[in-house]
T-cell receptor
Framework: GAVVSQHPSWVICKSGTSVKIECRSL??????MFWYRQFPKQSLMLMAT?????????EQGVEKDKFLINHASLTLSTLTVTSAHPEDSSFYIC???????????FGDGTRLSIL | RKEVEQDPGPFNVPEGATVAFNCTYS??????FFWYRQDCRKEPKLLMS???SGNEDGRFTAQLNRASQYISLLIRDSKLSDSATYLC???????????FGSGTKLNVKP
C-alpha cells in the first residue's frame, strides 16, 4: 500500500520550455503532498507543501511563479517548471501523506535536464 | 542550529557487522520520527517509523530517546545491499512540516 507515482521519470528539453510533472497517490487519498528538489550529493530541499483545493505554501527562496503547483484532487498534484533554464536541472521528487502523523511516501522522482 | 542533525559518515563496515547511527533533533515539540533510506539517484524509501517504546523490523532496530532528543538506528548482520544513505526525519505537532537530516552514508564492503 501507499504507492506514489510520479511522471515523467526523465525529461530532457530545451531552455525556455515549460515542464509539467505529475504526482499521484495510487491507493490512498493524500491530505498533503510535498515537492522537493535534490542536487547531486546534497540533501532533499523542500520547495512547497500542497493541500488539495488550496494554494501551495512555498519555502523561502522558491519562486511561486516559476514553480507552479496545482493540487486539484486528493490523489493528484502537479508541478510546472515554467520557462526552464539549465540551472533548473535537478532531481524533483514528490511525496504524499495519508494523514497527520503519517510518514511521507515518495514518488520515483523526475530527473530534469535543461539544455 | 539545524532542526535535525546526522553524522554524514561515510560509515565503512564489513559484511556481517553491526552498525548504529544516531540522529539528534533540536525541538522538544517534535512528535513523529522516521528512518528512510535513499539509494544513489533514487527517491527516499521509508525504512521504519520510530516509536517511543522502540521497535524492531528484522535486522533493523530503532530507538527514541526523548530526554536526550535523539533517535537511533541499529543494523545487525550488515548486507552489501544495506549500502545507502540513511535519512532521519522528524515532524512537529502540526504534522505538516517534516524536517530531514542530511543523511548518513553507509558502505558495506565484502
Amino acid at each position: 500500500g501507499a504507492v506514489v507515482s510520479q511522471h515523467p521519470s526523465w525529461v530532457i528539453c530545451k531552455s525556455g520550455t515549460s515542464v509539467k510533472i505529475e504526482c499521484r497517490s495510487l491507493d490512498f487519498q493524500a491530505t498533503t503532498m510535498f515537492w522537493y528538489r535534490q542536487f547531486p550529493k546534497q540533501s532533499l530541499m523542500l520547495m512547497a507543501t500542497s493541500n488539495e483545493g488550496s494554494k501551495a505554501t512555498y519555502e523561502q527562496g522558491v519562486e511561486k511563479d516559476k514553480f507552479l503547483i496545482n493540487h486539484a484532487s486528493l490523489t493528484l498534484s502537479t508541478l510546472t517548471v515554467t520557462s526552464a533554464h539549465p540551472e533548473d536541472s535537478s532531481f524533483y521528487i514528490c511525496s504524499a501523506i495519508q494523514g497527520p502523523g503519517q510518514p511521507q511516501h515518495f514518488g520515483d522522482g523526475t530527473r530534469l535536464s535543461i539544455l | 542550529r539545524k532542526e535535525v542533525e546526522q553524522d554524514p559518515g561515510p560509515f565503512n563496515v564489513p559484511e556481517g557487522a553491526t552498525v548504529a547511527f544516531n540522529c539528534t533533533y533540536s525541538n522538544s515539540a517534535s512528535q513523529s520520527f522516521f528512518w528512510y533510506r535513499q539509494d544513489c539517484r533514487k527517491e527516499p524509501k521509508l525504512l521504519m517509523s520510530v516509536y517511543s517504546s522502540g521497535n524492531e523490523d528484522g535486522r533493523f532496530t530503532a530507538q527514541l530517546n526523548r530526554a536526550s532528543q535523539y533517535i537511533s538506528l541499529l543494523i545487525r548482520d550488515s548486507k552489501l545491499s544495506d549500502s545507502a544513505t540513511y535519512l532521519c526525519v522528524v515532524t512537529r505537532r502540526n504534522f505538516n512540516k517534516f524536517y530531514f537530516g542530511s543523511g548518513t552514508k553507509l558502505n558495506v564492503k565484502p
